[in-house]
């Protein structure tokens, strides 16, 4: 029987594919190095973890408000207030099942069909299966990797048509790992809200810059920007699945309206815990400081390892991802990152999901042992 035309246009997420097929092999006993998702190897921060089972002890299992508990809420004002130069009410709060989630109420908020959104390539593979099944069209702004992967805002300003609905905003960038200089940024919020534009900030790498500065967006036009963040990545809790918006009340209350009959809200007991994640900040950051440095050293060997084997590879400044030129192994990057999951037992996701041909992306979110013996498998390819 037949599925809807909607569904039938889905493909599978590249990067959930990719690492569902890892874990699979190694399930199966094979010995791969998983370098697909971006997911942290450490355990959550010890007093995250003690929130969540306080949680349990105390009976906090009901369901919450389906934006989110006040509580988690104001954490969430706060914490932009201290980090981000605004203080938004909690009312101008939403909270997810991941920034995922938060990403996907907002399309289906902003989106009519036959609108354009602009997204700079290479992007993380979400965004155009969201914008689709919205009815939306992606507009792909392309940023070259001899340029660090940032964008040019003459290109952006190039893209925008009548059809104009959104522009999405990623810096730190999954999959490259770009960080946009302040001007960049700020030349890209100048064209959103010189066109009225609605500018989606996904900021959920914030925490995890290496060089340069995170340039926060919606201070500078926050009548026109949602904040996309979350406590995946930088707290190690990615399937604990909490994510947060923060713009316009009556965006966030549509996207309540819808959340409320999709889901009913988040997990309780994770926003409980991420409550306390952000509560305890100073705690949490001392966690974050850690992370952060071995992501630097895990980012230096595996850059310059790839680049050392003759894998043009730019030196990403924050999120943990890279972004490697695989056209040495193969000109299809298909190809290329089959050859290296057979050959080299090492996990990697093609680039062709990102609108990146030619490149795959490796997740430094590994420990460094396994970067080194991933670059040691490569090489057997390469060479
Ligand atoms: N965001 C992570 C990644 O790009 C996790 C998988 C996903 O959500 O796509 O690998």
């Known amino acids: ?65 389906a934006e989110g508990t006040f509580a988690l809420r104001e954490q969430i004002a706060a914490k932009h207030a201290r980090d981000n130069g605004f203080t938004p009410d909690p009312s101008e709060v939403i909270v997810g099942t991941g920034g995922k989630q938060v990403l996907y109420n907002a399309m289906q908020a902003l989106i009519d069909p036959g609108d354009e959104a602009i997204v700079i390539a290479p992007y993380w593979v979400s965004y155009p299966a969201q914008i689709e099944v919205s009815g939306g069209t992606l507009v792909p702004v392309h940023a070259r990797a001899e340029d660090g992967f940032v964008p040019d805002p003459a290109d952006v300003a190039a893209a925008v048509t009548s059809k104009t609905k959104m522009i999405i905003l990623n810096s730190p960038s999954n999959p490259t790992g770009a960080v946009y200089p302040r001007e960049v940024v700020e030349a890209i ?30 201070p500078l036009y926050p009548e026109g920007t949602l904040t996309v963040n979350g406590a995946s990545k930088a707290f190690a809790l ?90 040495g192994i193969d000109a299809d990057e298909g190809k290329a990152a089959l050859k290296l ?32 013996k991933a670059l040691e498998r490569i090489a057997r390819v390469v060479t």
């Not at 450490?42 to 973890?49: D, E, K, L, N, T």
């Not at 066109?195 to 810059?209: C, H, K, S, T």
């Not at 990102?354 to 430094?364: D, E, H, I, M, T």
């Open 189 to 218: 919020v100048k064209i959103a809200r010189d066109r009225g534009l609605w500018l989606i900030a996904d900021d959920l790498y914030e925490y995890l810059v290496y060089d340069g500065a995170f340039t926060s967006a919606a």
């Open 341 to 372: 999951l057979e050959e080299a037992n090492v996990a990697v996701v093609p680039g062709t999901d990102f609108a990146a041909p030619g490149f795959v992306r490796l997740s430094y979110a590994t420990s460094l042992e396994n970067i080194e």
């Open 1 to 65: 029987m037949k599925l809807s035309n909607r569904i039938e246009n889905v493909r599978a997420s590249s990067t959930v594919a990719f690492n569902t097929k890892a874990n699979e092999l190694k399930r199966q006993g094979v010995d791969v190095i998983a370098m697909t998702a971006g997911e942290p190897d450490f355990q959550p921060p010890q007093h995250v973890m003690d929130a969540a089972r306080d949680a349990i002890d105390k009976g906090l299992t009901k369901y919450t408000p």
């Open 238 to 327: 990615t399937g604990w699945r909490i994510g947060w918006g923060v713009g316009p009340q009556h965006l966030i209350k549509a996207m309540t309206r819808l959340q409320g009959q999709v889901t009913s809200g988040a997990n309780a007991l994770a926003q409980h815990a991420t409550a306390a994640a952000l509560e305890q900040h100073d705690a949490t950051a001392a966690f974050v400081a850690e992370c952060k440095k071995a992501y630097v050293e895990r980012r230096d060997t595996l850059v310059t390892g790839l680049n050392g084997l003759g894998l043009k590879t730019p030196m990403p400044q924050g999120a943990f991802y890279a972004m490697a030129d695989v056209t």
